[in-house]
């Protein structure tokens, strides 16, 4: 068994593993409070 800290902007309760093929896929939600945070981004 192997076990992951899980970032705090993720609803632990809402993950999604699969296992195929031999690779794992872990899908992680964001909470709201981290959905709304918004990061601006200089182009040049």
Request: net charge positive; no cysteine.
């Amino acid at each position: 068994m192997r076990t992951l800290d899980l970032p705090k902007e993720a609803h632990s309760e809402k993950v999604k593993v699969s296992f195929k093929n031999g690779i794992l896929e872990v899908r992680l939600l964001k909470t709201e409070e981290a959905r709304a945070k918004e990061v601006k981004v200089k182009i040049d």
